[in-house]
T-cell receptor
Framework: DAKTTQPNSMESNEEEPVHLPCNHS???????IHWYRQLPSQGPEYVIH???SNVNNRMASLAIAEDRKSSTLILHRATLRDAAVYYC???????????FGTGTRLLVSP | SAVISQKPSRDICQRGTSLTIQCQVD?????MFWYRQQPGQSLTLIAT?????????ESGFVIDKFPISRPNLTFSTLTVSNMSPEDSSIYLC??????????FGPGTRLTVL
């Protein structure tokens, strides 16, 4: 079973920031937080991952709570292409299977 | 990043038949994963396939129904055996080329009549 909890859906306007929350209250000290997204009719694609510190890459930022029981994926300026299902996954370090939950469907309006 | 291709991209099959799905990666990878995504649902892991060893199946999936081959570090196949309409899904393979980053194939859309 998935160990994370996410809202079913969220809406945003184009060019506005988006904050996608995730709860992972059972996370262990060595579990990573991974984010993937699935665009319509495509396989999932990696977005970002982190352990304790906040992380940034060209796609997004990941803000991890101090107690690590929750995190937020931040898209700084949403585009129409960012409309997808976003999955937050709690998993052990490298080369581990990913257990997908139901994810958050992000709708982006022009 | 790894480039993954799958064949076929889609197929329509009759119940009781079998279909073999191929997954080809453009680089050598240790671990490959096979997932199923039923209509409107999230992804469910079927099995993990390492080269040179038997695949490891998740609860609810058995080798007789979903035999997997992993003959080398760039290729794997998943067979869906004795198909029924309930097997209609998208089947995806993935690899972990870089630590903590999995790359997914485009998927094979299977419809069983």
């Amino acid at each position: 079973d998935a160990k994370t909890t996410q809202p079913n859906s969220m809406e945003s306007n184009e060019e506005e920031p988006v904050h996608l929350p995730c709860n992972h209250s059972t996370i262990s000290g060595t579990d990573y937080i991974h984010w993937y997204r699935q665009l319509p009719s495509q396989g999932p694609e990696y977005v970002i991952h982190g352990l304790t510190s906040n992380v940034n890459n060209r796609m997004a930022s990941l803000a991890i709570a101090e107690d690590r029981k929750s995190s937020t994926l931040i898209l700084h300026r949403a585009t129409l292409r960012d409309a997808a299902v976003y999955y937050c996954i709690q998993s052990g370090a490298g080369f581990q299977k990913l257990v997908f939950g139901t994810g958050t469907r992000l709708l982006v309006s022009p | 990043s790894a480039v993954i291709s799958q064949k076929p991209s889609r197929d329509i099959c009759q119940r009781g038949t079998s279909l073999t799905i191929q997954c080809q990666v453009d680089s050598q990878v240790t671990m490959m994963f096979w997932y199923r995504q039923q209509p409107g649902q999230s992804l469910t892991l079927i099995a993990t396939a390492n080269q040179g060893s038997e695949a490891t199946y998740e609860s609810g999936f058995v080798i007789d129904k979903f035999p997997i081959s992993r003959p080398n570090l760039t290729f794997s196949t998943l067979t869906v055996s004795n198909m029924s309409p309930e097997d209609s899904s998208i089947y995806l393979c993935s690899v972990e080329e870089q630590y903590n980053e999995q790359f997914f194939g485009p998927g094979t859309r299977l419809t069983v009549l």
